[in-house]
């Protein structure tokens, strides 16, 4: 079973939020890093925020230092960041592993519900989740949100 609405986690500033609060809405999960060199995704997606939140999108980003220690601030540090080199507008949450022996839930989730199957390779992977809440699509690092292949399965979710 592919749904993730069981699962909670915590919003940046140490709410729990179910994953399941976000039911009817189409989610890209990204693992993100102030230090990486894909970091200027962030700019990507906040157009994809700007362009489809009203249509039912919604950008979860999870920071995660998991990779190349890219991502050591404080939660604070990292909101702050983000709103003054990107102006983000999508909802951050806490810091997580997404993948070791500490890896989050969601990360085990996503990472086994659609192929490719396996951990997370680097910063910025992307994971896209369905209305019904179920994992349809993942995006390597490399696909930059403005990406055709991207924005097409973001709308053909949408239109689900």
Same mark, same amino acid.
């Given at each position: ?6 699962? +909670?986690? *915590? +919003? ?5 939020? +179910? ?25 990507? !997606?906040?157009?994809?925020?700007? &362009?489809?939140?009203?249509?039912? !999108? ?40 997404? &993948? ?10 996503? +990472? ?13 992977? &992307?994971?896209?989740?369905? &209305? ?7 995006? *390597? ?12 399965a973001i709308e053909q979710a949408l239109a689900q």
């Amino acid at each position: 079973m592919t749904s993730i609405s069981d699962i +909670t986690v *915590k +919003t940046i500033d140490g709410k729990d939020v +179910t994953l399941g609060d976000y039911a009817g809405k189409v989610l890209l999960i990204v693992n993100v890093a102030s230090y990486c060199g894909y970091t200027s995704q962030y700019k990507g !997606l906040e157009k994809l925020n700007q &362009k489809y939140r009203d249509a039912g !999108l919604r950008i979860l980003a999870f920071p995660c230092n998991d990779f190349g220690a890219q991502e050591p601030g404080s939660n604070l540090e990292i909101a702050e960041f983000c709103d003054r080199n990107y102006a983000v507008s999508f909802e951050l949450f806490d810091k997580l592993h997404a &993948k070791g022996s500490q890896q989050h839930p969601l990360y085990a989730k996503l +990472t086994r519900a659609v192929q490719p199957s396996g951990e997370v390779a680097w910063n910025f992977e &992307k994971f896209l989740i369905s &209305k019904q809440g179920e994992v349809v699509a993942r995006f *390597k690092s490399a696909v930059l949100p403005e990406s055709s292949e991207l924005v097409g399965a973001i709308e053909q979710a949408l239109a689900q």
